[in-house]
């Protein structure tokens, strides 16, 4: 499989978007997933690009989180903005990636995207808690490039 289009079904594209809502719902950090064929590059720098490209990087609390993923390279990033990697350790998101790559290797591309964005979820909620007046600053749409 090495096109976006046919990484995900239409329907497993709306149930990432509502573990996304979800994700959000007790934390003002924001979550993004972005699917692209290929990085060409090293995968690390082009979820950066992808990261300012989509103005994550805008948001208040700079605490937005894009999850990159190249299918032809076989390949995801989880890249955390800078309020966030102010105040987690090193290995932050280590447990996130095993879970997506657990499910990521035995072919549950739309599992591991949705328990990756639960646990960020969850991980965010720790650090960044809802409060009140908080708005959603992205959108949860699935970019692709």
Known sequence: MSKVEDFLSE?????II???????????GEIRV??????ETDPFNRALEVFHYLKMDNTKEQNGVLIYVAVKDKTFVIYGDK????????NFWDNTKDIMQSHFKSGNFKQGLVEGILKAGEELEKHFPWQRGDINELSDEISKG
Not at 11 to 15: G, I, L, N, R, T
Not at 34 to 39: F, R, V
Request: aromatic content about 0%.
């Open 18 to 28: 509502e573990a996304i809502r979800k994700a959000e719902l007790n934390t003002s």
């Open 11 to 15: 329907h497993e594209e709306q149930e």
């Open 34 to 39: 972005h699917i692209e064929k290929t990085s």
């Open 83 to 90: 309020g966030i990697n102010e105040v987690v350790p090193t």
